[in-house]
């Protein structure tokens, strides 16, 4: 009876990091509500310094360059968002997300009179720091990306497990449940944490350098708090199948009482 209740929980916990998990992967593929609020990050362009960050176009405005205030950037594709936080539109899944701001700015000009005043994506002027290590931002997220999909994964063959389990009882589901259960953790918590850390170093150069800029970034609390569900959901179905026995206990209640020999 204990096990059945284990393994009860454990199957209630693997699948709801499962659903967790897939519900923050999907984030900002589509315009629709509440999709389209999940975001790792969301860029603030409300404040943007034109003439720094466009130097051949010092008199435009973000209103003239058809700029979007707020850019939500998701694992797949990313959102434009009005100054009223409505979202407008949203891109076209294409695989890993690359965290390249020049890109997005530049893709996301609407004024055809103002692109043809900048050459190329190389005329967008940014950061230092966030130029020179951008190949490393990009690692780290195509590391969360993955990650994610691993999780993902591992999270549902595990819940298989815990199915077959309840029909076989013989050791190898067992650790087969308990390995899988903890990879999948592992995955999970690895990639929450490349997100965390490389939208927080991104958040910290450009608010070391908003004077100059104006540009801000957020971590998306939606997604943030859709993952660390599934990080401890997926904990605790790894602690749960820690406790699983490979047989039932089987109790005699007729069987004969070996007598001790008298001494």
Request: hydrophobic fraction near 50%; include cysteine.
């Amino acid at each position: 009876m204990r096990n059945f209740f284990t393994l009860f929980f454990a199957a209630f916990f693997s699948l709801a990091a499962l659903i967790l998990a897939i519900v923050a992967c999907v984030g900002s593929t589509k315009n629709y509500n509440p999709i389209n609020k999940i975001y790792c990050a969301e860029l603030d362009l409300s404040q943007i310094n034109i003439s720094t960050v466009f130097p051949s176009l010092e008199s435009a405005t973000l209103s003239t360059l058809g700029l979007p205030t707020y850019i939500n950037i998701g694992l797949w594709s990313y959102c434009l968002e009005d100054s009223s936080h409505s979202i407008q539109s949203c891109s076209s899944p294409s695989g890993i997300q690359k965290f390249n701001l020049t890109a997005l700015l530049y893709d996301n000009i609407a004024n055809n009179d103002a692109l043809k005043l900048i050459d190329t994506v190389a005329d967008v002027v940014l950061p230092t720091k966030l130029q020179d290590k951008m190949k490393y931002y990009n690692d780290l997220v195509k590391c969360m990306f993955i990650t994610i999909i691993i999780g993902i994964v591992l999270t549902f063959v595990n819940l298989v497990f815990c199915i077959l389990r309840w029909i076989i009882h013989i050791r190898p589901l067992v650790w087969g449940g308990a390995f899988f259960s903890f990879l999948a953790f592992a995955a999970l918590i690895i990639s929450i944490g490349s997100c965390l850390g490389t939208y927080s170093y991104i958040k910290y150069i450009l608010k070391h350098n908003y004077s100059d800029y104006g540009i801000a970034l957020t971590i998306g609390r939606n997604y943030q708090g859709l993952m660390w569900g599934a990080v401890v959901g997926a904990l605790l179905n790894f602690i749960l199948w820690c406790s699983v026995r490979s047989r039932p206990n089987i109790l005699y209640a007729n069987a004969p009482i070996e007598e001790k020999p008298l001494i």
